[in-house]
């Protein structure tokens, strides 16, 4: 059974998080509105992106973000 998991909203601007993959080989979360992100983690098979998945999502969850402010 698959586990859920749920996105607080985002830590900079309370916009929505949500869950992206690039090429099938690493995830991140990424705010909808301002951009802020977690970090990407690497993965290899189904095991490892349900790990990586809850990986980002926890660090997410705990405002642990990379962001850009207007002008940088």
């Given at each position: 059974m698959e586990e859920l998991y749920e996105?607080?909203?985002c830590p900079c601007c309370?916009?929505?998080g949500?869950?992206?993959h690039e090429?099938?080989?690493?995830?991140q979360v990424e705010c909808?509105?301002?951009g802020a992100h977690t970090i990407y983690?690497?993965?290899?098979g189904e095991e490892e992106k349900a790990q990586a998945e809850k990986s980002?999502?926890?660090l997410w969850n705990l405002g642990k973000v990379i962001?850009?402010?207007p002008g940088e």
């Open positions: 996105l607080e909203c309370r916009g929505n949500m869950l992206m090429g099938g080989w690493n995830v909808a509105e301002c983690l690497e993965y290899d980002v999502i926890r962001r850009q402010d």
